[in-house]
């Protein structure tokens, strides 16, 4: 979506990275603006897509330059409520879906009864309106919430490293040798 709306041309987000910017902008855009359905409604499961998303917001950028009168990779006077618009439906979606696999452990006691933990980790966790929403719902189902520090979550690279010296502490699951394992590289 920031790439779609430019936001490397935008004088507030020249040198973020796409998600920063389209938080960045958020915080003063209305979100009421622009309603975008949210994905995967019909579907009674615990995944996640964002491909259907991404279709709406295109179209709606697309319809939106269109009114205004601009090229696509101009930025749209409305940038600030596109970005309100598509945070917050990413948030809802992501919102909805773990709560519907949280109430899936909970009725297959998957998790313990007390003391359940909802760990969100990733670039995700780095964004405060996700990870607020987050917070509610974690709290609203007694669950704790831990992310990592938002500078440990711009990469999965980092957060595969930083869940193997966990690991690695706690000594679970770490292979101590090698030999035996085979694998090819490509």
């Given at each position: 979506v920031a790439r779609r709306l430019s936001l490397r041309k935008h004088p507030e987000c020249h040198s973020m990275a796409g998600g920063k910017a389209i938080e960045h902008l958020a915080q003063s855009g209305n979100q009421e603006l622009l309603t975008f359905r949210l994905p995967?409604?019909?579907y009674r499961n615990c995944d996640f897509s964002f491909s259907g998303l991404q279709n709406l917001v295109n179209n709606a950028i697309a319809q939106k330059e269109k009114e205004e009168g601009?090229?696509?990779g101009e930025i749209l006077s409305c940038v600030k409520?596109?970005?309100a618009a598509v945070q917050h439906a990413v948030a809802v979606h992501i919102i909805q879906r773990t709560y519907r696999a949280m109430l899936f452990c909970i009725k297959n006691s998957i998790l313990p009864s007390k003391n359940?933990?909802?760990?969100?980790s990733g670039?995700?966790?780095?964004?405060?309106y996700i990870r607020k929403g987050l917070q509610n719902l974690a709290d609203a189902n007694d669950f704790a919430l831990l992310c990592p520090p938002p500078r440990l979550c711009t990469d999965n690279g980092v957060m595969i490293a930083w869940?193997?010296?966990e690991r690695l502490r706690a000594g679970l699951?770490?292979?101590h040798s090698a030999a035996g394992i085979r694998y090819e590289p490509r």
């Open positions: 995967m409604q019909q601009i090229e696509e409520d596109v970005a359940a933990t909802l760990v969100v670039g995700v966790a780095s964004n405060q869940n193997g010296i699951g770490v292979l």
